[in-house]
Structure formats: structure tokens, C-alpha cells
């Protein structure tokens, strides 16, 4: 009995994983309970594995059905290590940069407000915002891939549109770690996936491939998609 449940919590530890590797879920939430109910009961196998393999020592009988379950438990550890360093770190790391940027949405919005609607100057919009207290200056840079410094630059096509900034437009953007810095997208900096997150005019942030980039809404004038 313990050699079967060993076997199954091993396989449903196994299935949680590779469903994970396969399809991963757009929400948090979703991802953090597939992951504790494959590292669950993966841990429930090797220890049932164990139990069990004990037990048919002892009793030199089906040692082959009573290792399977500890085999399939250390085939699914090694998916949920993979997971972890591959998967969910680099997840992790682009949702914290993706935190970062959303505050500089929520600082432009901020510093507009107390201006009659207008964004920081161009030059300086770096130090307005540090100055004023509506952001840290550590926020404005961050480590990226664990060594490369980036910063952030302002799309030069949304300045002076503040009031008239359509939603979908590129706000600002992951760069050099430039102070103050203005631009277009020829500044942008991609991170080893070759991906990188972007604010659009609405405060919403997204993680946007190299080969998408060029379809963005940079202008006020909508872009035109090609394939």
C-alpha cells in the first residue's frame, strides 16, 4: 500500500512540474499553488519512497515497484530545481524590475497632478522626481541578469502630451543607466531573453520581446502593425 501511494504522489509531484515547464500561468497565484502541490507531494514520495524501499529490504519482496516511487520523487526534485533556477527566479527578477517601473508610472502621475498636468522637464525629470519625494533615487536604476547595471528613459514623443498621452503609448522605458535620460526606442536595453519592461500612458507595464518592440505605440499617431 505505502509502495502505490508513493508512486502516485510521486507522479502527481512529476505532473505539476512538467505542466508548469509546458504551459506557465499568467497569474501569480495560479503558479505559487501548482508549485506547492507539486513540491508537496514530491516530498510525500520520497518519503513514502523511502518507507516503502525500507520496508522491502527487510522483507526482500518487489524491491523494482517499491523503488519507483523514490526514482519518480528524485526525477521530479530535479524539475522542481529547474523550475526554480530557470523558471521562477528569472520570473521572479522581471516582476520586481516590472514593480520598479510601475513606480515611476505612479510618481510621472503623481508630480502631473501637483503641476497642472504636466510631466517633469525632460533634462532633469530624473532629479524633479527625487527632489519633489515622489520616488527614490534607487528605484531609477537596478541590477539586471545579476551584473548589468540598467536605468530608465522617458519616451520623447510623450512629453508635453500629459493630458492628451493616449493609454497605449510607450511612457517610459528599461535603459542604459543614463540620469535624466530622453528618448525613443533606439535607447531601449534587453535583458539576456531578450525582452524588456515598458510603461505605457495608462500605468500599465509589460515585458515585451525584442521582435514585438517596433509594433509599440511610440508616437501619438497609432503605430501600424506589420508581421
Not at 105 to 114: H, K, M, N, P, R
Request: aromatic share 8%; with cysteine; charged share 20%.
Amino acid at each position: 500500500m505505502v509502495c502505490w501511494l508513493a508512486i502516485i504522489s510521486a507522479c502527481i509531484g512529476l505532473c505539476s512540474f512538467v505542466l508548469l515547464m509546458v504551459d506557465l500561468p499568467s497569474d501569480v497565484v495560479a503558479i505559487a499553488l501548482w508549485f506547492m502541490l507539486g513540491a508537496a507531494t514530491t516530498l510525500s514520495g520520497l518519503i513514502l519512497g523511502s518507507v516503502s524501499l525500507k520496508r522491502g529490504v527487510k522483507r526482500g519482496s518487489y524491491l523494482l515497484a517499491r523503488t519507483a516511487g523514490l526514482l519518480l520523487s528524485i526525477v521530479a526534485c530535479g524539475l522542481m530545481a529547474y523550475l526554480l533556477l530557470h523558471v521562477f527566479v528569472p520570473e521572479i527578477r522581471v516582476l520586481r524590475r516590472g514593480t520598479n517601473i510601475g513606480a515611476i508610472g505612479v510618481s510621472l502621475f503623481a508630480y502631473a497632478e501637483d503641476h497642472s498636468g504636466k510631466l517633469p522637464v525632460g533634462a532633469t525629470w530624473c532629479d524633479m522626481l527625487v527632489d519633489g519625494k515622489y520616488i527614490c533615487g534607487e528605484t531609477l536604476r537596478f541590477v539586471v541578469d545579476g551584473r548589468r547595471e540598467h536605468g530608465y528613459t522617458l519616451n520623447i514623443e510623450a512629453l508635453g502630451l500629459w493630458e492628451e498621452l493616449p493609454r497605449d503609448m510607450v511612457l517610459a522605458f528599461e535603459s542604459s543607466p543614463v540620469w535624466n535620460q530622453v528618448g525613443g526606442r533606439e535607447l531601449l536595453v534587453y535583458d539576456s531573453n531578450g525582452g524588456c519592461c515598458i510603461l505605457f500612458g495608462d500605468t500599465s507595464v509589460a515585458y515585451v520581446k525584442d521582435e514585438k518592440v517596433v509594433r509599440l505605440r511610440w508616437q501619438k499617431t497609432a503605430a501600424v502593425n506589420s508581421d
